[in-house]
DNA sequence: GGCGCCATGTAAACCGTTACATGATTCA
DNA sequence: TGAATCATGTAACGGTTTACATGGCGCC
């Protein structure tokens, strides 16, 4: 997936710190992770060095100086070309909220193609789980019964997200209403 | 997590090659992802040099032969440490679903220990998605929509495994009927 | 004949974490 | 006074992937 582009991607949302970074993946780190400091720095460092970022220095009151970086016209085209490359064979959970989270860059049918194709991966998989012949370890019972529930939940999900984006927008009640 | 313990945790559903690993892993793999040979097979390697498995080759008419690889008691013991040792601090899904699937080596107080420790985790991560402001960012928000409706079904699936398990046996429904 | 599956392995390159280093502020 | 948060950074270490290497079988 790389993380450098993830978090070029990031920068699409707001001009961020590393330590900003860091903090608003807090909550879905239990899902995707969150880089750490060491990798972070130098990722900024290096997107900063290529051009696709732009770093600027904010001295507020007595608080150490945060270093703020901004994504530039060469960070979105950057950007773009690598969204829309293939996401094939990018199959994990992980992968595809890491993406969902870029989902601003996106168009509306670039969105629900997308929606669409994790909709089929994911109902692959689920059907390989119901498949399953019934194994006498108790751990992979858990663990397969546990993935059923995930595949289902998302597939729930994915369908609810579908129906909201690819119905025609009705007045006042387009995306921003999601 | 250590790839290597948990390799070795998978050996105590059955005698497996590095091939069989491999595929044993496949239908979680959107969700675990699934090491590559390049790592499993030094891996194996160097947990029959360190006595925790056994190797033997098995020729099986023309084809290839196969190595198997089956726990020892040493492996047995290094397991069942490395197992009660803390697992705080794996707020990862990924993480405990690798440990999930090693139920079979815990406890059933252990196990119960386990899903209750993991249900407080992920209440905590459902909570702070709750409360999140407004976000004007449409892949923030789908993102965080997300996480809420994983999150909720896991914690569906915990209530739902908890009371299968800590309910007191009854006749003919215990573990196994899960 | 070519493709895909079975089956194992090695080495280099890559990426990320861990540990270390610094330093100010706020709260108990 | 000590701990936690804010805030940035470097270097070594470790683990994984990627790419390469080999070889037989079965199917179209």
Request: aromatic fraction near 8%; glycine fraction near 6%.
């Amino acid at each position: 997936m790389s993380s450098r582009h993830f978090i070029l991607g990031l920068l699409t949302q707001r001009s961020m710190s590393g330590y900003d970074v860091k903090q608003s993946l807090e909550n879905l780190c239990w899902l995707i992770g969150s880089p750490s400091f060491g990798s972070l720095y130098p990722a900024l460092h290096s997107l900063s060095e290529d051009g696709l970022a732009s770093m600027d220095v904010i001295h507020s009151g007595d608080k150490p100086p945060r270093k703020v970086y901004t994504i530039t016209d060469k960070g979105r085209k950057a950007l773009e070309e690598w969204l829309h490359q293939s996401m094939d064979s990018e199959t994990s959970q992980k992968a595809f909220l890491m993406r969902l989270m870029l989902a601003s860059n996106l168009s509306r049918p670039g969105l629900i193609a997308y929606l669409q194709q994790r909709h089929a991966r994911v109902a692959e998989y689920q059907e390989a789980l119901q498949v399953q012949e019934e194994t006498s370890d108790l751990g992979q019972r858990l663990a397969y019964d546990y993935g059923l529930a995930i595949a289902t939940a998302e597939l729930a999900w994915l369908d609810r997200m579908l129906e909201k984006i690819a119905r025609p927008a009705l007045a006042g009640e387009g995306l921003d209403s999601i």
